[in-house]
């Protein structure tokens, strides 16, 4: 019943649906020799991999704003972060989640496509069938980087802010044991953001360096895989 663990089973539930969107298509696909998968499939899968993803995301930010409560405000905590509030946190996490897939669906399913088509990549990556599309894509491309921008950055600002205050809390703490027992608390929540942000801002340098859609390809297997599987490990120490 306390709100860290109520959210950490919310990013554990986004982490395994996360995952389980991509590697069980790979290891099939590495099984059968067959890397084919339908349309319809693929839209799914994309759609499914956006809706995880962003979650994945809106819960980091949540937990940092927990971790901003606890360490700024200690004796406020449990009025501030009621049940209520956490309940609608993740509601509003699920619900922007969920419109950010659709709205991203529905405007590839807008494109026309080749009959045979080959994507560069493991999974049904949004950027790379926007670039497949044989029809006029600047209005998706619009959109993608308007979503980013507030679904990606809006987030991270958020966490930036959080943990800004929640350092110049920690830094007029006056002894050195009150220091590390508040860092300690959200040493766990920095690592998985830290590894989180770290390994998508790597993936698209690395891409954007080498232009090799193969090194693209290995760099994502870092946070569609490693890191969800990562997270628990960290939370379990």
């Known amino acids: 019943h306390e709100p860290m663990f109520n959210f950490l089973c919310n990013l554990s539930l986004a982490d ?12 099939v696909n590495i099984q059968t020799h067959s890397k084919a998968i339908t349309f319809a499939g693929c839209i799914a899968q ?53 419109l ?29 069938m926007t670039q497949l599309a044989c029809s006029d894509t600047f209005l998706n491309n619009i959109v993608i980087y308007f979503v980013t921008v507030l679904l990606g950055v809006g987030p991270l600002a958020g966490i930036l802010y959080s943990y800004s205050k929640i350092v110049s809390s920690i830094c007029a703490i006056p002894s050195a044991q009150g ?38 390809a290995v760099a994502s297997v870092m946070y569609t895989v490693v890191t969800p599987m990562l997270n628990p490990v960290i939370y379990g120490i």
């Open 16 to 27: 395994i649906c996360f995952t389980s969107t991509t590697a069980p298509k790979m290891l």
């Open 46 to 98: 994309m759609g499914f991999f956006l809706l995880f993803g962003v979650l994945d995301d809106f819960v980091l930010t949540v937990m940092a704003y927990d971790r901003f409560v606890a360490i700024c405000h200690p004796l406020h905590y449990t009025v501030i972060t009621n049940p209520r509030l956490c309940g609608l946190l993740v509601l509003v996490s699920w619900i922007m989640s969920v």
């Open 100 to 128: 950010d897939s659709l709205l991203q669906c529905l405007m590839v399913l807008r494109l026309s496509f080749c009959p045979d088509l080959e994507i560069p990549h493991f999974f049904c990556e949004l950027s790379q």
């Open 179 to 216: 220091k590390y027992k508040a860092f300690s608390t959200c040493a766990s929540h920095l690592s998985v953001v830290s590894l989180f942000y770290g390994a998508i801002l790597g993936v698209y340098l690395s891409s954007a360096s080498t232009h090799g859609s193969q090194s693209s």
